[in-house]
């Protein structure tokens, strides 16, 4: 069984910056790619960043310049730092593992909220 643990999120001022991590356990198979996607209430769940092995990594436009995603293969984890934080980035941030059969996986989410 494949475990996905996010932590990070919390309650920051706009503008202010936060780091999200997502360690992946238990009896996962080869990653191929490592992602971010995010829900704020009432919207659908939405592509944040994804770094996928052999690749560069890419951003939704919203964020681009902003959040920056990056992976330590040793350890399973992605992390998110995200900078610049404004009110839209609030919501609800989900861990996103593929695995190269390709089986995906995905977190409980972490709660982001950014008051202005």
């Known amino acids: 069984q494949v475990q996905l643990v996010e932590s990070g999120g919390g309650l920051v001022q706009a503008g202010g910056s936060l780091r999200l991590s997502c360690a992946a356990s238990g009896s996962i198979f080869r990653i191929n790619s490592m992602a971010w996607y995010r829900q704020a209430p009432g919207k659908e769940r939405e592509f944040v960043a994804r770094?996928?092995?052999?690749?560069?990594?890419n951003y939704a436009d919203s964020v681009k310049g902003r959040f920056t995603v990056s992976r330590d293969n040793a350890r399973n984890t992605v992390y998110l730092q995200m900078n610049s934080l404004k009110p839209d980035d609030t919501g609800v941030y989900y861990c996103n593992v593929i695995d190269v059969r390709p089986t995906t996986y995905w977190g409980q989410g972490t709660q982001v909220t950014v008051s202005s």
């Open positions: 770094i996928t092995t052999g690749t560069f990594p």
